[in-house]
Each structure stands twice: as C-alpha cells, then as structure tokens.
C-alpha cells in the first residue's frame, strides 16, 4: 500500500519537462482606481454597519473622511435607514448635515414613513427640516407579504406605535389629512384599527372627511363602521362628536345600532341612540339573529 507521504511527494513531480520549465501565469497587479474602488466599497459597508449600531463617534469619522452618506447595499437598504430604524438622531443628523438624501427609499420604504410609524418624533423633525416629501407613498409588502400600496406618513403614525406628537408635526409641514392608500385607508380608519386614541384624537382636530370608505376584500366601511366593529365606545363616540354620520349601514342593510345590539355593546348602542338613530324593534332584531345564524360557518 503507498503511504500519503509518498502519494503527496508524487504529486509534486513534473508530469513533463515542458511542465517543469514553462514559467507560471502572473495574475496582473490591481490597478489604482480598482484598489480605490475595494476601499470605497469596505468603508461604506463600515458605515452601514456603525449607522446599524448607534456608533455615532464612527459614523462622524467616516463622514469627515468622505465616506458617501447615501451608502447603501445592494438590497437598497441606506445609511440613513439604519439609523433611523435604531432610532440613532444623532446620527441621523451627521447624515443629513453630510447631504444624505432623505427621500431615498428601499424596498418602497421611505426614512419619513419608518420614523413615523416609530413614533420617533426627533428623527421625524430632522427629516421634515432636511426636506423629506411628507406625502410620498408607500409601494411594499409587510411582514405577511401583504401589499401596502400607497400609505402615507400620516398613516404609518396612526399605527399603534404612533404618537400625536408625530401627527402633528406631519400635518404642520402640510400632510394631507384625506390622502387615502390604494384601498381607501386613511389615517383616521388606520389609528381606529390600531386602537390609537390619542392620534385619533390629534388627527379629528385637523378636521378630516370621516365619509371615506375602505375597501377590504369583500365589503366597505367608514371610520365610525370600524370603530363599532372594533367594539371601541371611545372613540366611536369621538368620531360622533367629529361629525361622522351615524345613520351609515353595514352591507347597505344593518344599522349601526342594530349591530352593536346583537354584539352586545350596550355602551356603544346607548352612544347611537343619542346621536339619534331610530331604535330597531324586537321582531327586527330576532329576524337579524336568526339570519345570522342561518349564514354562519356551519352553513
């Protein structure tokens, strides 16, 4: 049996003369611009990474060296979007003092609409200040992969991590109080749906058209529909005193009170009643349960 030892001597041998004396290939030595193009591209990743972190101390020194505040990889994700999800400001304002753009998006996502759906709102003045368009609309996916076509700012800050600080700020550098997503959303129906009152609250004082309606797959629905779905007596009651109409039907066939009777929302059908709508009769409502019934998941 030949031993490694051999095996690997052998392997070391010339399999020919001409294979012994033929010189071997030199790669060619990188050019300068290439060598200045590997370093360009390792401190921009080195910044990425401080922004990521919160190293404020490494984020000025790459900046002062001329490192490229609108750094990127190639997913699209920028310096300024790093520091802005970790909620950096200081950093954010090195780079927006280094001239970072702060309308450069990634995967649809503005810094703006991540500040704003954070509720940061220090990050959200810096970036009004630098010029960030405070109407631009979302193209992207969520975190179940389901489209959300053009939210705006305004809507994001209406999530439940929203604050009215935010709001406010939004709606001072002009944001549009009626500007509706691709599926009707507006900022109002978004903070209803995220249980947010204290933004509901600051966005009713901008005064908004409470009649718009939101297509969700296969009905539609107002501000004040969803907040009785939601089963939520505050702020139905705050959209009444706002102007919302109280007469609006679920399917163009049941009554607002009608159906906070039969989901058994007495604090929500006394607040309908005071607004004036007219009270269903018994025979109503049990025609209601009993078609409820009929058409439920068992049928």
């Known amino acids: 049996m030949l031993s490694w030892a051999f095996v690997a001597a052998a392997m070391l041998v010339p399999l020919t003369a001409s294979a012994a004396t033929k010189p071997a290939k030199e790669m060619p030595a990188p050019k300068p611009e290439e060598i200045s193009e590997v370093k360009a591209i390792l401190r921009s990743a080195d910044l990425l990474v401080a922004c990521e972190d ?6 000025r020194q790459l ?16 310096a300024l979007l790093y520091a802005t999800a970790g909620r950096h400001s200081e950093i954010v304002s090195l780079l927006l003092d280094a001239k970072a753009d702060p309308n450069r998006t ?37 975190e179940d992969l389901k489209p959300r076509e053009g939210d705006t700012a305004l809507i994001a800050a209406a999530s439940s991590t929203g604050t009215a600080a ?39 004082e901008a ?6 309606r939101m297509t969700d797959e296969d009905s539609d629905f107002d501000a004040l529909t969803l907040a009785v779905g939601k089963s939520n ?23 607002l009170l009608e159906f906070a009777i039969l989901s058994e929302q007495p604090v929500v059908a006394s607040k309908l009643r005071k607004a004036g709508i007219p009270e269903p009769s018994a025979e109503r409502i049990a025609a209601l349960r009993k078609a409820a019934t009929e058409t439920g998941p068992e049928h």
Do not use: C, W, Y
């Not at 005064?207 to 718009?212: D, E, F, T, W």
């Open 63 to 78: 900046l002062k060296e001329g490192v490229d505040p609108n750094a990127s990889r190639t997913s699209g994700a920028n």
């Open 54 to 59: 919160g190293n404020t101390d490494k984020v």
């Open 106 to 142: 990634s995967a649809g996502l503005s810094p703006l609409f991540l500040a704003s759906e954070n509720g940061d709102i220090d990050t959200v003045k810096l970036l009004l200040r630098a010029g960030a368009n405070v109407n631009l609309k979302l193209h992207a996916v969520d």
């Open 233 to 255: 007596p505050d702020m139905v009651g705050m959209l009444i005193d706002a102007g919302a109409d109280p007469r609006v039907k679920m399917d163009d066939e049941v009554t």
């Open 166 to 204: 935010v709001v406010k700020a939004l709606l001072g550098a002009g944001a549009d109080i009626d500007e509706a997503a691709d599926n009707g959303k507006t900022a109002v129906m978004q903070a209803v749906a995220s249980g947010n009152s204290g933004v509901l609250r600051a966005l009713l």
């Open 207 to 212: 005064r908004p058209k409470l009649s718009a």
